[in-house]
């Protein structure tokens, strides 16, 4: 399945009318960087910013849990998008935040919904167009279709069957280092496997090629052709996973939202380290 799309691709339909850019940028705590500060300073032309952190359920206590399906409407159409329109989304990272933005409007309904591979690394580097200024786009009609089936709790993760990914760095997935969330427990999910999101990448932040990626898998001893949850600290990597395993045509998949940010968090939940 596609899921990513060029710079180069991106360039020639930059002007296409129903397309639409989202600069889905995001940093965890201790990068000290901010996703909407660097987006005022320059973004690719025409792109308009997705706050994941404003866009999700702020009654939670949990960071960047996804929205509710109104919630999601109104914030999107706000940015011009509709039904009909193609919506590229990237990141300052090269490919990081922008796969949660993806996997969000998949759980909306919407698959017409593509990373930039390389992000806006990539995009300065070619010289390619960019802009300091915001863009103010009419209002888009897009009406939300929540697909529960790629996103479960921890009461399902707890009780499920399905084999979980955890796309956390492998020291913090054996509990050798802390989490960059404090309060939170060292450890991992019992029974979980390590894939750390990097390793779905390139060394240029893209994403790898059909073989290279089932060889990822694979190599951890994941069977594509049964359900898998993918899992990590706050459930934005999670989604880079996501992302590679939607290109493998797996569609059993689902998403833990709430990640290590709530298993670690509740005492009450096993772990494992290690």
């Known amino acids: 399945m596609k899921v990513t799309v060029s710079t180069d691709w991106l360039a020639q339909h930059i002007n296409d009318p129903k397309l639409r850019i989202l600069d889905a940028s995001w940093y965890l705590p201790t990068e000290n960087r901010d996703g909407r500060t660097e987006y005022e300073a320059q973004h690719i032309a025409g792109a308009q910013f997705f706050d994941i952190d404003a866009i999700s359920d702020t009654s939670s206590d949990l960071p960047h849990m996804a929205p509710t399906a109104a919630v999601f409407e109104t914030a999107v159409r706000n940015m ?140 951890a001893n994941i069977d594509l052709t049964k359900p898998i949850i993918t899992s990590c600290g706050s459930g934005v990597t999670a989604a880079v996973l996501a992302l590679a395993l939607a290109r493998l045509d797996v569609t059993e998949q689902a998403l833990y939202d709430g990640s290590w940010a709530q298993w670690g968090a509740d005492e009450n939940l096993p772990l494992q380290t290690g």
């Not at 990373?115 to 806006?120: E, M, T």
């Not at 509990?175 to 309060?183: F, N, Y």
């Open 80 to 219: 011009g998008i509709s039904n009909d329109s193609t919506i590229i989304i990237y990141d300052g990272a090269g490919l990081f935040s922008a796969a949660r933005v993806w996997w969000m409007f998949r759980v909306m309904g919407h698959d017409d919904v593509y990373v930039l591979d390389g992000g806006l690394p990539e995009w300065i580097a070619k010289g390619l167009p960019t802009q300091s200024t915001p863009t103010q786009p009419d209002t888009g009609n897009f009406s939300a279709k929540f697909n529960a089936q790629n996103i479960v709790d921890e009461t399902q993760v707890l009780k499920t069957t399905a084999q979980v990914i955890d796309a956390r760095p492998p020291a913090r997935f054996r509990g050798e280092t802390p989490e960059p969330r404090a309060g939170l427990r060292s450890g991992h999910i019992p029974n979980s496997t390590n894939v750390f999101f990097k390793a779905v990448l390139t060394p240029d932040n893209h994403l790898k090629s059909v073989d290279d990626l089932r060889d990822v898998f694979q190599g």
